[in-house]
């Protein structure tokens, strides 16, 4: 089944102690997101990539680190978690951009079930 | 980013037409218009995308005028599943891969 797996669903951690939570698809995409949710505030992106060993900062990527090693994995750190990290994460994955005829396409986003994370 | 506007919240009745409105002013002319649909604790999953006039497929049509300043998501007669928020995106006008959900709509099926 093709799918976008996440792991852990649920942590409790506190104030300093290093997580990561980890994201994998098998869909052979080329393109991996992390997103925070909170109330009133949408989904907010941290950290993108665009294939192996390509990453990019999304809207609120300070205090969280990602790595692309491998096309199917994109783990997302937390060196140092603060309260203000807990949240609940998503991580998508989706086909490369579709550049057809001078349009731009982007492909549908697959997402995961999400990680809920709390820091205390 | 292209900024987008949508209303916050709308309530409907099970067999209604539901259609929620999102404005994207500063669109960029080779941009295409995606909806997704949240439903609480799952990750948003994908319904819709068009990129002028009208586009159909077994959930929702998408209606997009001349102008492409705004979009329309329809559902057909909704039903108590229905019921989660509705996100609108519209792309990046450096072709970037830098997406912004916002708020979306959160819509209301009642009994």
């Known amino acids: 089944e093709a799918q976008v797996t996440q792991n852990p669903r649920y942590l409790i951690t506190v104030t300093g102690k290093k997580l990561t939570v980890t994201c994998s698809q098998n869909m052979n995409h080329e393109y991996m997101s992390w997103y925070r949710q909170d109330p009133g505030l949408g989904l907010r992106q941290i950290y993108y990539s665009m294939n192996v060993e390509v990453t990019d900062k999304g809207d609120v990527p300070e205090g969280y680190k990602v790595s692309r090693k491998e096309k199917r994995n994109f783990p997302l750190i937390l060196e140092s978690p603060s309260p203000n990290q807990t949240s609940l994460y998503f991580c998508?994955?989706?086909?490369?951009?579709?550049?057809?005829?001078?349009?731009?396409?982007?492909?549908?986003?697959?997402f995961g079930p999400g990680t809920r994370l709390t820091v205390l | 980013l292209a900024k987008t506007t949508q209303p916050i919240s709308m309530d409907s009745y099970e067999g209604q037409e539901v259609n929620i409105t999102c404005s994207h002013n500063?669109?960029?002319?080779?941009?295409?218009i995606t909806w997704y649909q949240q439903f609480p604790s799952q990750g948003p999953r994908f319904i819709i995308q068009g990129y002028k006039t009208k586009v159909t497929n077994e959930v929702a049509s998408l209606f997009i005028p001349a102008d492409r300043k705004s979009s329309t998501l329809s559902l057909p007669r909704v039903s108590l599943s229905d019921t989660a928020v509705y996100y609108c995106l519209v792309g990046d006008e450096n072709y970037g891969q830098n997406f912004v959900f916002g708020p979306g709509t959160r819509l209301s099926v009642l009994p």
């Open positions: 998508a994955s989706s086909p490369q951009t579709g550049l057809a005829g001078g349009l731009v396409r982007y492909n549908e986003q697959f």
């Open positions: 500063n669109i960029a002319t080779n941009d295409y």
